[in-house]
């Protein structure tokens, strides 16, 4: 269901590009159209990479896009959009206010790009709401108890954030907003521990 995409919340038509049929599929159960770049880069006005990858918009992408489409990354440095190429098609780059570029291309067109394409929530703006980093820090120091907690009884390597952990970060977040979820009663608990029961 789209409505649970905060993009869509405000009004937003989202388009999901992927390469891994998994999200790919999740993404249209979510309720949103999958294409591939080359589809995608005529429809949007605002794209948003988020891939770990380079160069995900690149040269034909930006040959096909909207006249003021804007560009940003929130993914991985400042290589999943092709600047440089975008700079090899323009025949003026200016600045139109803060982290905000604006690329006239030779054809008559032109591409926004926010932040230089480094990661936009955090050249482009205040960084991340206290509401996301308040669990981000929790997480953090969660962690560190139970490294020295457990000091001695785990293997050299990298090691995950134990699931009750998580789950004692959430349940405090959610307290912290004055929300409460159900628990699961002895009887289901049994229900779910065993596999005599059910069909």
């Not at 098609?89 to 200016?94: F, I, L, P, R």
């Not at 926010?114 to 206290?130: D, M, Q, T």
């Not at 229900?191 to 069909?199: L, R």
Request: aromatic share 6%.
């Amino acid at each position: 269901d789209t409505r649970n995409s905060v993009s869509c919340w405000y009004g937003a038509n989202v388009i999901v590009t992927e390469i891994d049929p998994v999200k790919g599929i999740e993404a249209v159960m979510d309720g949103f159209r999958v294409m591939p770049m080359a589809q995608a880069a005529p429809q949007g006005d605002l794209f948003i990479t988020v891939t770990g990858n380079k160069h995900v918009i690149r040269s034909e992408h930006f040959d096909v896009m909207k006249d003021g489409a804007m560009v940003c990354n929130s993914g991985h440095f400042d290589i999943e959009i092709d600047l440089k190429s975008l700079a090899g098609k323009a025949s003026e780059v200016k600045d139109v206010r803060p982290f905000t570029q604006e690329y006239k291309l030779k054809s008559g067109k032109s591409v926004v790009v926010l932040g230089e394409g480094r990661l936009v929530n955090l050249a482009a703006a205040e960084g991340h709401p206290s509401a996301v980093m308040d669990m981000s820090f929790a997480n953090q120091a969660m962690g560190a108890e139970y490294l020295v907690k457990n000091k001695g009884k785990l293997a050299a390597g990298i090691h995950s954030i134990p699931a009750d952990v998580d789950k004692e970060i959430a349940r405090l977040k959610l307290q912290a907003m004055g929300i409460t979820v159900d628990t699961l009663t002895q009887d289901q608990i049994d229900y779910s521990n065993s596999w005599t029961s059910g069909t």
